[in-house]
T-cell receptor, first 112, second 114 residues
């Protein structure tokens, strides 16, 4: 069966450090992968999209890598801040157009 | 305007009630989605409308009935729900429902079924 696994439910890091979140998948052959941020009681907010032929994508303090051989994406937040505290979700499209499937998410807490 | 607006924000209903959730976007998007999310779980796709036609129904029970009156509006009609249907219901939209599109989500309706 298809699975999207995000390495840990929770990650706690100190302000200024780099947070690294992992997304692993099985039985998918995604052409691209997306990352979203979700705050409590709110809908997810799109952050980055990376295509299968892109090894790395950056946006300000965010960096995403995509390794289709390992079936893994890494999401990095550099110089993390308490305002980065949220749940981060990775998402893949299924075999049918329009079906976007989400991982459970990693809850990141950045402490001062 | 890059917002997806959902109403109401909170809803409490009994198992015999009929209620509706509403969603609106004015970004000119032609695909709209309903997702259901339980606490500490990922959002789960329920329905997709593409160009105002239902294109995906993820085997959702008939007590949930979607409706897309026009390209800006999406409703979810609820009837005879069960307590296990209590969840955050999220509406989303995207440009055309094709590959590689990001979704814009609303803030959701927190539904409690008593």
């Amino acid at each position: 069966s298809q699975k999207i696994e995000q390495n840990s439910e929770a990650l706690n890091i100190q302000e200024g450090k780099t947070a690294t979140l992992t997304c692993n998948y099985t039985n998918y052959s995604p052409a691209y992968l997306q990352w979203y941020r979700q705050d409590p009681g709110r809908g997810p907010v799109f952050l980055l999209l990376i295509r299968e032929n892109e090894k790395e994508k950056r946006k300000e303090r965010l960096k995403v890598t995509f390794d289709t051989t390992l079936k893994q994406s890494l999401f990095h937040i550099t110089a993390s801040q308490p305002a980065d505290s949220a749940t981060y979700l990775c998402a893949l499209e299924g075999s049918t157009l329009g079906r976007l499937y989400f991982g459970r998410g990693t809850q990141l807490t950045v402490w001062p | 305007d890059t917002e997806v607006t959902q109403t109401p924000k909170h809803l409490v209903m009994g198992m015999t009630n009929k209620k509706s959730l509403k969603c609106e976007q004015h970004m000119g998007h032609r695909a709209m989605y309903w997702y259901k999310q339980k606490a500490k779980k990922p959002p789960e796709l329920m329905f997709v409308y593409s160009y105002e036609k239902l294109s995906i129904n993820e085997s959702v029970p008939s007590r949930f009935s979607p409706e897309c009156p026009n390209s800006s509006l999406l409703n979810l009609h609820l009837h005879a729900l069960q307590p296990e249907d209590s969840a955050l219901y999220l509406c989303a939209s995207s440009q055309a429902g094709t590959l590689r599109e990001k979704l814009f989500f609303g803030s959701g309706t927190q539904l409690s079924v008593l």
